[in-house]
């Protein structure tokens, strides 16, 4: 029996209330929604099983409500035809829906009993992964799915919680990798850096039921890979600052752990320095794909160098709509209210790239620069662009590049340690159009 419109919700608190009235709750209400079975988390779920040797295990559940579910229940769980299948979702969706075989599955009940005082029953389903992947070759095109169907020859069942339609996704190989490879960058001041030791997350993306072993290794190559796509200037960990284990073991239940690496940070000149530590092989299932390499990032920041008496010059400034900011020298002044800004009343502007040069009077080993933005919300401008150094204003080395995010706060940037006395910011790309501006800008080093 199937219910598709259940009493309001209004008349059916009325009812709760009026439970000790004179009203015979028998007759005010239907005997066929005093108790009603529905799927919980009805409808479509997409699944994805893990290729091991074992049963994969997906539970559901069937809820009894109604205005007295005080009572005994029963309920089938079938499997739907691949003729039912077909008439009810591949013919009106226009997808080829194929019905798992039987050698792919099996349910651990196909008939549930409810006592008044049960609620909901749980039904298990084990899907066997390596049956289910080899089905799939055969039509790959397909769609291979387990549709699950409750009905009931004594009880009303809510039509539109009534199936649970499992869409096989892939199988997969379990994986161990990382549990986080963003680069995090751990910042620290020249002569004052800690000693370190950083525990990294790692794990199987599955319930672990195995014991695993995974080797270790450093991949100092995936730094030039790391740079080339980023625009940093990562440098390798020196030998001797560092420990790394070379192996990690998850023994069975233990799905997620950790790996201890020890850092010797206060022996670091200032700089930008990477060590990727990558997950070579593993005593059985896969790497994964993704998170193979945790890239252990961190920049010893050099002293801010003292901007007295330094100078700027620029290839566009804003000299009369922007005043009294606009001017290169508005970025040395050390007062987030004034700004550079590229030219946009008082002449033509030259367009991208722009060019700031800065005369710091004397020589220096140049690590870290640092640009701040336009103090408001909607002229934060500046988006990307390279640093350069020179000795002689005439012949110039690109020694790194920065990507700005619209933020108010000071964004350091890492380059390659270079001696000189100028250094250039050249912004090619904005966020708003040919404009750009920067509040501030700071160099760190010797």
């Given amino acids: 029996m199937k219910i598709k419109n259940i009493w309001l919700a209004g008349g ?80 009106l969706e226009g997808v080829s ?38 089905l799939m070759a055969t039509d790959p095109e397909s769609v291979w799915v387990l549709p699950l169907h409750v009905t009931s020859e004594s009880d009303s069942i809510n039509a539109n919680k009534d199936e649970l339609f499992l869409q096989i996704m ?3 190989m379990p994986a161990l990798g990382f549990t986080s490879t963003s680069v995090t960058v751990d910042q620290y001041n020249y002569g004052s ?25 450093v991949d100092e190559a995936y730094i030039a890979e790391y740079n080339e796509e980023n625009g940093t200037v ?54 994964s794909s993704s998170n193979a390499v945790y890239p252990l990032a961190i920049r010893i920041m050099a002293p801010e160098l003292d901007r007295t008496g330094w100078t700027a010059e620029a290839n566009t400034e804003e000299l009369v709509g922007e005043l009294p900011s606009g001017k290169a020298d508005c970025a040395l002044d050390g007062d987030l209210g004034t700004y550079w800004h590229s030219m946009w009343n008082s002449g033509v502007n030259p367009g991208m790239p722009y060019e700031i040069i800065v005369d710091t009077k004397s020589e220096h080993t140049f690590s870290q620069f640092a640009l701040v933005q336009r103090q408001h919300d909607s002229y934060m401008d500046t ?13 110039w080395t690109e020694v790194g590049s920065f990507s700005m995010q619209q933020v108010m706060t000071a964004q350091t940037f890492g380059v390659i340690p270079t001696e000189g006395r100028y250094f250039k910011v050249v912004i090619e790309a904005s966020y708003r159009g040919n404009n750009a501006s920067l509040s501030e800008i700071y160099a760190y080093g010797f």
């Fill in 12 to 91: 059916l608190l009325l009812l709760a209330a009026c439970n000790e009235s004179e009203y015979d709750l028998e007759n005010l209400v239907p005997a066929e929604y005093h108790k009603i079975l529905y799927v919980n988390n009805s409808g479509k779920q997409e699944l994805t099983l893990f290729d091991t040797e074992e049963d994969n295990t997906y539970s559901f559940s069937v809820f009894k409500a109604g205005s007295d579910p005080y009572q005994t229940a029963s309920v089938d769980v079938n499997v739907l035809s691949q003729e039912e299948v077909d008439n009810e979702y591949s013919q």
């Fill in 97 to 134: 829906y194929k019905v798992l075989s039987t050698d792919c599955y099996s349910l651990g009940t196909t008939h549930l009993d409810f006592s008044v005082d049960d609620r909901y029953k749980l039904v298990d389903i084990a899907l066997k992964p390596q049956q289910v992947k080899a």
């Fill in 170 to 172: 892939d199988v997969i």
């Fill in 193 to 217: 850096a800690p000693d370190l030791n950083k525990n990294i997350g790692i794990g199987l993306d599955t319930d672990n039921k195995w014991d695993i072993t995974g080797q270790l290794v």
């Fill in 234 to 287: 990562y440098q390798m960990l020196p030998e001797g600052t560092y420990t790394v284990p070379e192996s990690v073991t998850l023994a069975a239940g233990i799905t997620n752990s950790s790996i201890s690496v020890a850092v010797s940070a206060s022996a670091l000149e200032p700089g930008g320095y990477m060590l990727p530590i990558r997950i070579e092989s593993v005593s059985q299932f896969s790497i």
């Fill in 383 to 395: 988006a990307y662009g390279k640093f350069y150094v020179s000795s002689d204003k005439e012949e």
